[in-house]
């Protein structure tokens, strides 16, 4: 009987090298960072970076600086000036953020082509042939925070995170902070995910995570052990399989065609606005804007709503720093038909702006929130049969022209004369996940 003892042995099996496809760019402390590469002398201080320079506001942004000493996005003035009394408040100077933004993108680029700009300080690269070998993406990734730092500036850095798609990026940027330089490889991908929160996952916020707790979810390796039914059930949404999907490494579309569901603008009004004539004129000039908003991204909206926080005893709530919970404030919404003209909008935001608490309680207020929701895209609005013959058309064109001759000369450039108290009021601010070429 022959045997296989004098036989040659097999050939060792070729290694298989880990692969990436996506690298994403998040930048540490943005807006203070920028004020800090723009006045040399903040450097290595601490800086909050504010929308006034007021006690009644919060912080937009803190340096690293400030960080270490507890102070955060959203920490009020107040507090972040009694755990540091040194530190240095910035008024917030958005078109100089936008400036650098692109000078970002510029110093990504001359590295990568940069397929989606996600935010002010975010966006994402797809690895394309040599480029995605862990070894070469990782080297990638390293030219890149070079890059950014020589192009756009010293004080600048970044977060690189490489993953097999866009959702795992993004997670691996938040990984190491800041300055780091994280890849989540297949072969680690469960292991690494399960020493997270759940809050760690991008689009897990604080409600989500107590809904999640109440259906006995707690904890990463929990979530990892459902299949993509239960995902998609814990959801009750295609949020959920789509999770399911990317948690596992797998790269799809990220449904960047999906539309927002809401829109919304707030301001945290100043001393001399915060009366109900103030706070309309505000209010109006916040729906001014997000219309606009809506209409540029081709959508429509079937739901208004307001929200208001008021000054109470003197005091401002805490708890209202970015908007006002139905015990201190109030909030009302109103189903409209799909429209996307300033004249329905501003019928309907007079009509909820009536039934607002006016009693000597509510007459002082300091928060103004405006919302437009149900969005539907252009693809999926329905013609009502009186479109043609209610005036919808007209206004749809009167409020494209505006649109044109604000987007070319400035916000305020043709108005609505009830917001005329606020134009100064209200200004374009950056969220962090919209860069405003509009403004």
Known sequence: MATALNSPAPPNPAPIIPCLDWLFVDLNSYFASVEQQDRPELRNRPVAVVPMVTDTTVCLAASYEAKA???????????????????????????????YHHRIVEAVESCLPVSAVLSIDEMACRLIGRERPLLA?????????????????????CSVGLAPNRYLAKIASDMEKPDGLVALTPDILRDALATLTLRDLPGIGARTEKRLNVKGISTMPQLLALNREQ????????????????????????????????????????????????????????????????????????????????????????????G?????????????TECQDNTTLIHALTKLWASRPQDPKHQQPFFVSVVL??????????LTLFDSEDGGEERARLAQAMDAINHKYGLATLAPASMLTALKAAPTRISFHTVPDLF
């Open 69 to 99: 000493l507890g102070i955060k996005t959203g920490t009020l003035v107040h507090d972040a000036r009694a755990l540091c009394p040194d530190i240095v408040f910035v008024e917030a100077r958005h078109e100089l953020y936008t400036q």
């Open 373 to 382: 929701s149900d969005l539907v895209p252009d693809a999926l609005h329905t």
């Open 231 to 322: 995902t998609a059930e814990l959801w009750g949404s295609v949020w959920g399989e789509r999770l399911w999907h990317w948690l596992r490494g797998e790269d799809f579309n990220m449904a960047e065609t999906v539309h927002s569901k809401s829109l919304s603008h707030q301001h945290v009004l100043a001393p001399e606005l915060r009366t109900h004539d103030g706070a309309w004129a505000v209010a109006h000039k916040l729906l001014h804007k997000a219309a606009m908003r809506m209409r540029k991204e081709g959508l429509w909206a079937a739901r208004i709503g307001v929200s208001l926080a008021f000054v109470q005893d003197g005091k401002m709530p805490r708890s209202s720093t970015f």
């Open 137 to 157: 993406a990782m080297q990638l990734g390293s030219r890149v925070k070079q890059a950014v730092r020589d192009i756009a500036g010293s004080t600048l850095r």
């Open 324 to 336: 006002p919970t139905k015990s201190e404030g109030w909030s009302a919404d109103l189903r409209i």
